[in-house]
Structure formats: C-alpha cells, structure tokens
C-alpha cells in the first residue's frame, strides 16, 4: 500500500534582508511579501538600496513560510548565515 500526501492548498513567503547594529541586535532594512500563492519551487528575493559605509557591515537573510492545507496552517523561519557586506 501506497500513501501519496497531496500538497499544501497555498503558500505565504515572506523574506528579509536584516543588518546587525553595533549593540549586536539583527533589525529588518528590506522585505518582500510574496502573499498568498500556489506552492511550488521558486527562488524569492528582496531588494535593499544602502548607504555608503565606511567599513562592512554584517547582513543575513530571514525567510519565513506559511502553509495552508485543508484548513489548518504550519509555519517556519530560516535564518540565512552572516556576511560582511560593504555598500559602495
């Protein structure tokens, strides 16, 4: 016997581009609500127009999924590694 779960009914993605402050906290400098859509494979993105620098500063990414399937709805984050970025 075979069991065959169907996919989800919808998916919501919310992704962002955060920066770390000099106290150490992560803020939110860009994001992108892709909304309510059919859930498949796709590559997100958001943009994010910084200032210049005068030395690096720390970035990450945050993707957060929401999945809906008959009724009832699931939800993560991921939280992409560090790296030091300068803005020209």
Known sequence: ???????PDACHVVIALRKQEPYGNW??????DYGWTACKAKTYQT???CAS???NSEFNT???LTIEWQG???SDA?????AALACA
């Open 53 to 55: 620098f005068a030395s």
């Open 47 to 49: 943009s994010y127009k």
């Open 78 to 82: 991921e939280y992409g590694d560090s």
């Open 62 to 64: 945050e993707s957060s």
């Open 1 to 7: 016997m075979t069991c065959t779960v169907p996919p």
């Open 27 to 32: 803020v939110t400098v860009a994001q992108t």
């Open 72 to 74: 009832k709805y699931g």
